[in-house]
């Protein structure tokens, strides 16, 4: 609009020397161009046309405003580079029953063993829908939920996770001494998990998050690796609730310490002493039921920052019960919908073609506003 105004008034005005840019015009009309009257106008029109210039400047750099869509159109905004990340309310809500379904077919079999979503990290993660139907509320959720989710958050692109805070989605729990060889524990000994070692991020970042998992119990450890300081942070305990945790738990600071050696980087403590790691129960709020322990670890993960952490309490406000159930099915589309995943495509086409027979409660509450 203004490329056009402007122009016309090149053909239209008089020229700075006075003269007509037009020739063969009248004398009539060149006099009125150059009379006052014309002239403010044109200086009106000349600040009408700037100020609608700047105004659709202004509306080109705003976002566009997304509108909340349902089945067919929300399908459309996950095949749209520009949509892509759009997860509506409803297609949460197909993703999480789509994935917690298992199939029984008329020979005897189940479609629960069939692998649904391929993470690809640094190596490839596999997912099976059993895994993902421990995300089905009052379920103990499964270690491969766990681990997805720290490779997903170490992938995310922002200061936490790229310059701060490192996950440790993988690890194995054994014993300073395999009863079975004899021998101490090396990391070389486990190639299963060595492919998920970020030796980068393990060795630079200040701040180790390491989710631990023993007969059905998670907690989460927490490393600062600047001031070899340990502590851990237990949904249930306060305190090691037996001696065989508290060997456990020596081992588990072991183990990410002969990681970190392993990648290039220092070990948290030197020779004997990294048998001896302790780290320290942190107060903090947790879980209110016997199975929603990997809710809060998974959340700690992306809230707890660090050096909060004083005098061995943690100020915390715990989830209720309907935001724990409303957790497992965030979960549930972030992993199946993260662009980590390869089979991505193939969980959208399929939770869309999910139909609704009435809104789930859960999807309903503001938590997911």
């Known amino acids: 609009m203004m490329t056009q105004l402007s122009s016309h008034r ?7 020397d006075g003269t007509d840019s037009i020739e063969g015009e009248s004398t009539q009309e060149a006099e009125r161009a150059k009379s006052p009257e014309t002239a403010n106008l044109i200086k009106e029109l000349e600040n009408l046309v700037q100020k609608i210039a700047s105004s659709a400047a202004k509306e080109e750099s705003k976002s566009p405003q997304i509108q909340r869509e349902t089945g067919r159109e929300s399908f459309g905004k996950f095949e749209t580079p520009a949509g892509k990340n759009q997860n509506t309310d409803d297609m949460k809500e197909k993703c999480y029953i789509w994935e917690t379904q298992v199939k029984t077919y008329t020979d005897g079999r189940t479609n629960e063993y069939d692998n649904v979503c391929t993470l690809i990290a640094q190596d490839k993660y596999i997912l099976t829908r059993i895994h993902l139907t ?5 379920s103990y959720i499964e270690v491969e939920i766990v681990s997805a989710m720290c490779l997903i958050l170490n992938q995310k692109n922002d200061k936490r996770f790229q310059e701060q805070i490192m996950a440790i989605s993988k690890h194995p729990n054994r014993e300073f001494i395999s009863p079975k060889t004899n021998k101490e524990f090396r990391v070389a000994d486990y190639p299963s998990f060595i492919p998920f070692i970020d030796a980068k991020k393990l060795t630079s ?12 119990h998670w907690w989460l450890w927490v490393i600062d690796t600047t001031k070899r300081r340990f502590h851990i942070l237990d949904p249930l305990h306060k305190k090691a609730p037996s001696d065989e945790r508290k060997q456990l738990n020596k081992f588990t600071g072991y183990i990410i310490s002969r990681m970190r050696a392993y990648a290039g980087g220092e070990p948290l403590k030197k020779d004997e002493k990294e048998k001896e790691i302790k780290a320290s129960y942190v107060n903090i709020s947790g879980q209110k039921s016997t199975y929603d322990c990997a809710i809060d670890v998974m959340k700690w993960l992306e809230l707890i920052e660090p050096e909060n952490i004083k005098r061995g309490k943690y100020e915390w406000d715990n989830w209720k019960q309907d935001e724990v159930d409303h957790y497992r099915v965030e979960y549930a589309s972030r992993i199946l919908f993260s662009e980590m995943n390869k089979e991505r495509d193939q969980a959208i086409r399929a939770s869309n073609a999910i139909r609704l027979s009435k809104t789930s409660s859960v999807l309903l509450s503001h938590f997911v506003r």
């Open 10 to 16: 090149r053909h239209c005005c008089p020229d700075d």
């Open 134 to 138: 421990s995300l089905q509320a009052g």
């Open 205 to 216: 970042h200040p701040y180790i998050f390491a989710p631990v998992c023993y007969s059905g």
